[in-house]
């Protein structure tokens, strides 16, 4: 094992009450979101690619750096640098799957069809620093003296924060979207029969927020660990833990929020909060990675980074387009699957 000395069977009851928990909390999430973007007139890049991004990428950040920091021997280091790995690869890959069977589930309600639209070159700049950064840290990997490498390592944070600039300044004009009452409110509301404020408060709208999170939080904990119980159980190697399950696991809030605003038809946002993780990923987990990691790839590893970064470059060239069919994000869904192969074959 990786991570921790789980053992045991699966709680079921714990297991759907985790994704419950996860399903609730993304959908007050997105809502309590777009409030704050309305309220700050913030672009839907920013709303996507920086607010929503971030918060649903800390679940999964916070399983390399408990691995790195507080598990013992050489399985900490190594499993730390298997969870920064798979979150990447799998919102390159799975969460792209995910969110193009979305849109051919909710063709119908969608006045986009079976396309989701880009508008501006927003998601491409997000695509851009993905690549940059990823080449950067796999170039890392090549170089053997451990002190140069921890010296790159502040190197990634700075980049993230040019990012954060960039996206702030960028030319994507705030748009009044259609967004549903805040829910929180709307059930005090009915409570105390009451009608809904059409314009809730900052205060509500960031409690609910914050609430969200919380129960994001606390449901993808939950969720890990079922998934760490079961894998124990099982025996799955620890590379294979934490390339593949537990991201799969912590990236279940990106994959919900997508799905939620596919059904809306907001694919900026969808979109954005997959490709701006990918940012997020990249930059803070990685800069962990390099300082405190011996940074060296083994065999599953390397097969990772090659279909993440192929995966990426795919989905940036069909960006160039302003429109990207449900067809071609459910292609990416390919490389996941291709790595599943190769953990089948080589284990």
């Known amino acids: 094992m990786g991570f921790a000395p789980w053992e045991g069977r699966v709680n079921i009851s714990f297991f759907l009450i985790s994704i419950l928990l996860v399903f609730i909390g993304c959908d007050l999430f997105t809502n309590g979101i777009e409030w704050i973007g309305r309220k700050f007139k913030l672009s839907e890049s920013v709303v996507g690619s920086i607010l929503a991004a971030i918060g649903t990428a800390l679940p999964e950040t916070f399983i390399p750096i408990i691995a790195i920091f507080f598990i013992g021997g050489g399985s900490g280091p190594a499993a730390g640098l298997g969870a920064i790995l798979g979150a990447p690869f799998m919102l390159s890959t799975l969460a792209m799957f995910v969110t ?12 986009q069809g079976t396309s989701l639209i880009l508008r501006g070159s927003a998601k ?3 695509l851009s620093f993905f690549l940059l950064v990823f080449l950067m840290a796999m170039a890392l990997t090549l170089v053997p003296n451990a002190s140069v490498r921890s010296a790159a390592a502040p190197l990634f944070i700075v980049v993230y924060v040019v990012y954060l600039v960039i996206v702030v300044r960028f030319e994507d004009p705030y748009r009044e979207a259609d967004i549903g009452p805040l829910k929180l409110s709307s ?7 009451h009608g809904t ?10 409690l609910q927020t914050i609430f969200a999170l919380v129960l ?3 449901g993808a904990q939950i969720f890990v660990g079922e998934i760490m119980d079961l894998s124990a159980s099982l025996g799955i190697n620890a590379t294979v833990l934490a390339l593949i399950i537990a991201p799969f696991a912590t990236e279940l ?3 919900v929020n997508s799905v939620i605003w596919v059904r809306q038809g907001k694919d900026a946002l969808a979109l954005g909060n997959i490709t701006g993780a990918m940012v997020f990923q990249t930059c803070i987990p990685v800069a962990f990675g390099i ?3 011996p940074w060296v790839l083994g065999g599953l590893e390397l097969i990772s980074v090659l279909l993440t970064f192929v995966a990426s ?3 940036y060239i069909q960006a160039t387009r302003e429109r990207l069919s449900a067809a071609s994000l459910i292609f990416n869904g390919v490389f996941y699957f291709i790595f599943v192969a190769f953990v089948w074959i080589l284990l």
Do not use: H, M, N, Y
Request: no cysteine; hydrophobic share 50%.
């Open 100 to 111: 193009g069977v979305a849109i051919l589930l909710f063709r119908k309600r969608r006045e």
């Open 291 to 293: 300082a405190f990691t």
């Open 253 to 255: 809030p990106e994959k």
């Open 187 to 193: 059930l005090v509301a009915r409570a105390r029969r």
């Open 313 to 315: 470059l795919t989905l």
């Open 216 to 218: 994001i939080l606390i």
């Open 124 to 126: 491409r700049l997000d």
């Open 197 to 206: 404020a059409t314009d809730p408060s900052l205060w509500g709208t960031t």
